[in-house]
């Protein structure tokens, strides 16, 4: 249940869409059922209010729970008034948010409460790719709440009065709340089941805006934002991961998701010469893991689905060793390379270090269908260091990486398409958006 210094379901609508914009849909909708006492109970609007209203000049659907009515929790109506409320989305074609503050199931509506869930989970379903879903954890959200926060397509939480748990911490064999609060943002974020996290309510209503901002209205509109930053701007030290996707990206777009997990990428959404974009970059260990590659296989399924081109600044020259990993590693690199490869939006690589092996190629490499692929001209590409490829083959270092490993040695085989210089590499990149029609 919220504390007393938490916002009203009402005030959290309202300090998150614009000013007099909402409107209300289903204020009078209540329970029907009457077993356990529930006759005599007063719950407003179910214990959830949904509408429409407006954020900046972009319509969005709204609907949060309250947790000073039965704790928030869900019965047959509350479900179905959220159900509904999906369904007007989809039709509109306009995104969804859900401001989670739930105690879980109603106990005393059982099956037809729990029926409610299901038919939550069948418009989230439905609404996937579709519409964009997003869902902001403010209280309690545990249970069911919270696979119905892991169907959304990112996840805000706040950190000071969230907590998200299919199992509480004490319910977790073997823990307790005081040995590891499983609950918290931080143990969710580090495990990838929240994309965002927030220190307080009001961030996370400014973060859910600034998402709204980058993101299409649904999967048939183009995103595309006004940008003052120079598309002729030149870079002096590109770097990797996080560093090298706000050197070519607009200045202050970049929003990271995941930011906790598979901490050997970098990725998220933002906007390149006003086009919102998204961007993958491995960090500067050139290391692929396993939830590096799961975080990066969901974002590129998430690009696909709503046509954002996808641009990768590459550095990678092995995969994680750790005797962990080596379970699942050929499998993660596997999904990573299917997603990459089936992905129909534009794809841009561009290799700012090194590309060694079949790593490189699982990072989307013109070989599983990069449809432009970029090198710095400070680039290595190969199979692996030149000086263990040399002694492996014969021969000097100096020669083998003269023939085999620069860029260029990749670009005479038609594997790299242009050799660019780290300054001029966010002029490449829009040329590449104007290329494929995106500017």
């Known amino acids: ?87 007007m989305a989809i039709k509109a074609g306009a995104p969804i948010i859900g401001l989670i503050d739930c105690a879980g199931i109603r106990i005393e509506e059982s099956l037809d409460a729990i029926a409610g869930f299901g038919e ?102 183009p995103a595309e934002n006004v940008t003052s930053d120079d598309k002729n701007r030149t870079i002096s030290d590109l770097g990797f991961g996080r560093d090298a996707i706000e050197a070519v990206a607009d200045k202050n777009s970049f929003v990271e998701l995941k930011e906790k997990f598979g901490t050997e990428i970098a990725l998220g959404i933002g906007t390149l010469d006003g086009a919102t974009v998204g961007f993958i970059a491995n960090t500067e260990e050139g290391v692929l893991s396993v939830r590096a590659c799961l975080k990066a296989e969901q974002f590129v399924y998430f690009c696909d689905s709503f046509g954002l081109p996808i641009i990768t600044l590459t550095n990678v020259k092995e995969y994680d060793s750790h005797f962990c990993a080596e379970k699942r590693i050929a499998r993660k690199v596997a999904d990573l390379t299917y997603a990459f490869a089936s992905a129909d939006v534009p794809k841009v690589n561009v290799i700012v270090g090194e590309a060694f092996g079949s790593a490189y190629l699982a990072m989307n490499s013109k070989h599983i269908g990069a449809d432009l692929v970029l090198a710095l001209d400070t680039a290595k590409v190969g199979t692996m260091d030149a000086k263990l490829a040399a002694g492996a083959v014969g021969v000097d270092e100096a020669t083998f990486r003269e023939q085999q490993e620069g860029a260029s040695a990749a670009a005479r085989r038609g594997y790299v398409d242009n050799v660019i210089s780290e300054a001029d590499t966010r002029k490449h990149l829009i040329y590449a958006l104007q290329m494929f029609g995106m500017r």
């Open 1 to 87: 249940m919220s504390s007393t210094t938490k916002l009203s379901a009402r005030a959290r609508i309202d300090a998150l869409v614009d000013a007099n914009s909402f409107v209300e849909i289903g204020s009078q909708v209540t329970k029907r059922n009457t077993d356990f006492n529930m006759g005599t109970k007063e719950i407003p609007a179910d214990g959830v209010i949904t509408g429409y209203g407006v954020v900046g000049e972009d319509l969005v659907f709204v609907y949060s729970q309250d947790a000073e009515s039965m704790n928030g929790s869900i019965g047959e109506m509350h479900a179905r008034k959220i159900a509904s409320l999906y369904q």
């Open 120 to 221: 939550i989970y069948m418009k989230k379903v439905q609404a996937s790719g579709v519409i964009p879903q997003l869902t902001a954890i403010l209280g309690s959200c545990g249970g069911g709440v919270a696979v119905s926060a892991a169907l959304s397509d990112i996840t805000v939480m706040d950190a000071s009065g969230g907590s998200l748990f299919v199992n509480s911490p004490n319910a977790v064999l073997g823990n307790f709340k005081e040995k590891c609060d499983t609950s918290s943002s931080d143990f969710q974020a580090e495990n990838g089941n929240v994309d965002i996290v927030c220190e307080s309510e009001t961030e996370v209503f400014k973060k859910l805006r600034e998402l709204i901002t980058l993101l299409p209205a649904n999967a048939g509109i």
